[in-house]
């Protein structure tokens, strides 16, 4: 890679895979969408150096579907890294993990650049929570690399997107964790899945994006409602003065047959 070329990462999210490939959620076979995704990034994405993967990897915390993801990232031949969503079972996880390609570290430095991986995965709940852990973690890696720029990647939006039923179940120690981030200014971007849906926000000087889900979109209303728009991912270019790019691509082929009249998940 050319000396100055940024770092392009891929954010995967919201997978929901079960053990059998022909099941659906919602009316949409996770599988099959997934792999329309895993299709156009082949086809789209030239180079890659990494892939992150922002929670609910599996809709059964089946070792199967863990698996399936595994092997199906293996062909880009790049590092994968996760975190747990609230429907994944962070015990499986670390049962089949690492496997293939995908690691399980939980940072990773690349250059002056610096990913921070948190667990917001609360047990038995659908809403996010840090454990005490989890924020000594966070501020444990942000003191290590002062001069690097951060990204921090976990499942839970740690704020509201705009959408009541979602946001009640977003992260729900969301303060303190903004309270941290505000001690280290070298904080330069969140990740984080959970919303089903196309987020970009600055928040506190600090760049927050939110991903398509690779199955079933959210509509942004205060009901629980499926839109009928494609699944994608997020591509990401790290640049080394610290600026990024990133944009969202979906696959304009696709569109599962979703059941829409869900009235939630
Ligand atoms: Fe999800």
């Given at each position: ?87 994944d079972?962070?015990?499986v996880?670390?049962?089949v ?20 991986l ?14 005490e ?5 966070l ?25 009541k039923?979602?946001?009640n ?57 499926l839109?009928?728009?494609?699944p ?19 696959v304009?082929e ?12």
């Open positions: 890679m050319n000396k100055k070329a940024p770092f392009r990462l891929i954010q995967l999210s919201d997978i929901h895979l079960f053990a059998d490939a022909e099941r659906e959620l919602l009316g949409v076979k996770t599988e099959e969408s997934f792999q329309a995704v895993i299709d156009l990034l082949h086809r789209d994405e030239k180079h890659i150096d990494i892939i992150l993967l922002s929670g609910d990897i599996s809709q059964d915390n089946s070792h199967e579907a863990y698996v399936r993801v595994a092997r199906a990232l293996e062909s880009f031949r790049v590092p994968v890294y996760c975190v747990p969503g609230n429907h079972d962070p015990r996880m670390a049962k993990y690492p496997l293939a390609t995908i690691s399980s570290e939980r940072h990773i430095v690349l250059k002056n650049w610096h990913i921070i948190l667990n917001s995965h609360k047990t038995n709940s659908v809403e996010g929570f840090f454990e852990s989890e924020l000594v973690y501020q444990h890696c942000l003191q290590k690399y002062p001069e690097h720029h951060a990204i921090v990647m976990f499942h839970h939006q740690p704020f509201p997107v705009g959408s039923w979602l946001d179940l977003g992260l729900q120690n969301a303060d303190e964790f903004w309270r941290i981030l505000q001690q280290y200014p070298q904080v330069n971007t969140v990740l984080f899945g959970h919303v089903h849906q196309e987020v970009a926000k600055l928040l506190h000087h600090v760049k927050c994006y939110a991903v398509p889900s690779t199955c079933i979109q959210f509509k942004c209303q205060d009901e629980f409602s839109e009928n728009i494609p994608g991912y997020r591509w990401i270019d790290l640049y080394e003065d610290g600026h990024i790019e990133t944009a969202v691509r979906r304009a696709y569109v599962g047959m979703f059941d829409a009249e869900a009235k939630g998940y």
